[in-house]
């Protein structure tokens, strides 16, 4: 018998003391969404979830997060690179500047994002004079949605800049590469992976974003009703459809099951 | 360097024609100040324990470190003036082959090979490539990514990568320190011929003797940051002036005295400071040889050496004295015990204090 595999085996053997909350707390977190299945009316969900409601809901939130997916690239990206690479006391304050927006209720996030952006906000004026509207549009979504998914992006993207170093980018500048193509050939490609962990984050929690959305977006069928939104409605609005609001969530339960059990196998697939 | 410096082992002009680096940088409790010049074509071996700045300098001469003062130039070219100037690694034409080989994993092996030439946007880079990689005997590899290769197959991968971007300079960090014995003298050859084919100016960082024996013509001993000896490689490695430099060739440097030892010639007594013999011509026997030049000594350690043992014998109050030993004749020697060492006259070279005086204050 080989070391590893006696260190495997202690490994296998956790004390109950472990054991005990580890299966309680994943009961926590299962038995709620495994809650779901039976409340489900089976035989119309198709039909719910083919109604225009939802039909228009999953639309406008499949647009609104893949917008928002793309800002938090634009903006996010080049942060988590300024942050990688400050000096640690600067990196310090910038890291907990972009998590600030993971930790506050994102209720808070949307009375922030309407002081800046609403009729009376900072912004409101200069949008006026200039004909935008943002607040309770579908830009206002989008907005929200970034606000809250950015910090995913960026605190998985710098990891694996400061995991990848500083010695490829070395190497690729005494071979003659200038900063942009370093950057452009060596240093995202590196850190695809992380990038592409950051996206998939970013864009399960820019789809689930509720309460800033609310504040800023408003809840207008087929205007500014996301999939959250029409949840929420469908389940305290009228009370009248309530499988409406069973269906969707089991949709997004879903869609967010398989998207984070399929980018560990593809980055699996990639490390081989 | 300024005019009136003296040439530091170098021809005068060398320092001016080819790559000349005169810079001091602190970092924390380490300081490096040195003042080294490689003529153009020519190679410097950069020897030195670990900690001694070898990889600093390199770093500097590449232009990813900036010195606190001081200047590189190449070729008449000022490429940094600390603190103001520095002309980025990419406009340097300087290669930089470190101890691990860093291929790009995103890449396969030719596009790995052919990143420099892309980069300095050569024309057909992809061809430049393969030409290298068939040099280096790895064309067959151009479609693999580097994953899969062994450390010898990356280690030629990097240094064809890193002659494909046509530098003028190749810095080398200790290229074969991450091989196995098999691979690193074969890379060692090849490394050597490449390097004598390109005709590049070369800067090799190395902390075996070997590597600077084959492929330099100067050498240059780093200490603490500071360069000890300098000078061509025939004469820093077959008579070092330092025990430092004595004890990293292995070579015997003791003072005047040690041992009741004699040389068979050399400068009148009075003038002699020390005295110089090689580890092959000590013998070690456990009774009292008869006639000079035999003392009495402890043995140390024993370690494997080519052929025989290399026995490192200490003396109290003395430095130590390294001794090679055939295997057959080892007898009872085993740490610890009392023997008897002996030095033939005509094999202990004499160095006058004047020698002494020139190599112990360094630049």
């Known amino acids: 018998m080989t070391g590893a595999h006696d260190a495997e085996r202690a490994r296998q053997r956790l004390p109950l003391g472990v054991l005990v909350p580890a299966v309680l707390g994943l009961v926590l977190l299962v038995v709620p969404l495994l809650a779901l299945l039976p409340r489900v009316d089976w035989s119309t969900l198709p039909a719910t979830l083919l109604s225009p409601t939802a039909r228009d809901a999953v639309w406008l939130s499949v647009r609104t997060a893949a917008a928002a997916v793309v800002c938090c690239l634009a903006l996010g990206v080049p942060l988590a690179l300024l942050t990688a690479r400050a000096s640690p ?31 009376t906000g900072l912004l409101g004026g200069v949008l006026d004079t200039l004909g935008v509207t943002v607040a309770f549009t579908p830009w206002a979504i989008v907005l929200a949605q970034t606000f809250v998914a950015m910090p995913f992006l960026v ?23 200038r900063r942009l193509t370093v950057l452009r050939r060596v240093t995202l490609p590196l850190v695809a992976p992380g990038l592409l962990a950051g996206v998939v984050l970013a864009f399960t929690r820019a789809i689930g974003e509720f309460g800033a959305t609310a504040l800023v977006a408003g809840n207008r069928p087929g205007v500014t009703q996301t999939v959250p939104m029409a949840i929420y409605t469908a389940y305290n609005g009228t009370g009248v459809a309530r499988d409406t609001a069973l269906a969707l969530s089991l949709l997004l339960v879903a869609v967010a099951l398989v998207i984070l059990l399929l980018v560990p196998a593809a980055r699996r697939r990639e490390a081989l | 360097m300024t005019a009136g410096d003296a040439p530091t082992g170098l021809a005068p002009q060398a320092a001016g024609e080819g790559l000349a680096a005169d810079v001091r940088l602190r970092r924390g409790g380490f300081t490096l100040d040195v003042d080294l010049a490689v003529p153009p074509g020519g190679t410097l071996a950069l020897l030195g324990p670990n900690g001694s700045g ?25 490429l940094t003036r600390a603190p103001d100037l520095l002309v980025p690694p990419a406009e340097r034409r300087i290669g930089l082959l470190g101890q691990e080989p860093l291929l790009f ?25 393969t030409r290298w990689l068939e040099r280096l005997g790895v064309a067959h590899l151009a479609q693999r990514r580097p994953r899969g290769l062994s450390g010898g197959q990356a280690a030629r991968v990097a240094l064809a990568r890193a002659l494909a971007a046509e530098p003028e300079v190749l810095l080398l960090d200790e290229p074969l320190a991450s091989l196995d014995a098999v691979a690193a003298p074969e890379l060692r050859h090849l490394l050597a011929e490449t390097l004598r084919d390109a005709g590049l100016t070369t800067v090799l960082v190395s902390h075996d003797v070997l590597d600077a024996a084959l492929v330099a013509d100067h050498v240059a001993v780093l200490r603490e ?23 990293f060739v292995g070579v015997n440097l003791v003072p005047v005295g040690f041992g009741g030892l004699r040389p068979a010639a050399g400068p009148p007594a009075a003038a002699v400071a020390r005295l110089r013999f090689r580890p092959a011509a000590v013998t070690v026997s456990e009774q009292r040889p008869g006639g000079d030049n035999t003392w009495e000594a402890t043995v140390r350690w024993l370690e494997p050496a080519t052929g025989g043992v290399r026995v490192r014998l200490a003396t ?13 004749a080892l007898g009872h020697l085993r740490p610890g015990a009392r023997v008897w060492a002996h030095v033939p006259a005509e094999s202990v070279q004499a160095l006058g204090r004047g020698e002494q005086a020139a190599c112990e204050s360094p630049t």
Request: proline share 8%; charged share 20%.
């Open chain 2, 54 to 78: 070898k990889s600093t300098v390199l770093g500097v001469l590449a232009g990813l470190l900036v010195p606190d003062t001081g200047t590189v130039v190449w070729r008449g070219r000022t």
């Open chain 2, 105 to 129: 994993p995103h890449l396969s092996v030719l596009d790995n090979v052919a990143f420099g030439p892309r980069s300095r946007r050569l024309p057909d880079a992809a061809a430049r490539a």
């Open chain 2, 316 to 328: 109290p109050g003395q430095p130590d004295v390294l001794a090679d030993v055939d295997a057959a």
């Open chain 2, 225 to 247: 940051g500071r360069v000890v000896e300098h000078g061509p490689r025939a004469e820093v490695l077959g008579a070092p002036r330092t025990e430092f430099t004595a004890a």
């Open chain 1, 155 to 177: 605190i998985a993207l710098e990891g694996s800049l400061r995991a990848v170093g500083a010695r490829y980018e070395a190497v690729a500048a005494t071979l003659g590469a």
């Open chain 1, 89 to 119: 006391r600067v990196a310090a304050v910038l890291r907990a500047v972009v998590t600030l927006p993971l930790v506050l209720p994102p209720l808070v996030g949307g009375v922030a994002l309407l002081s800046v952006v609403g009729r």
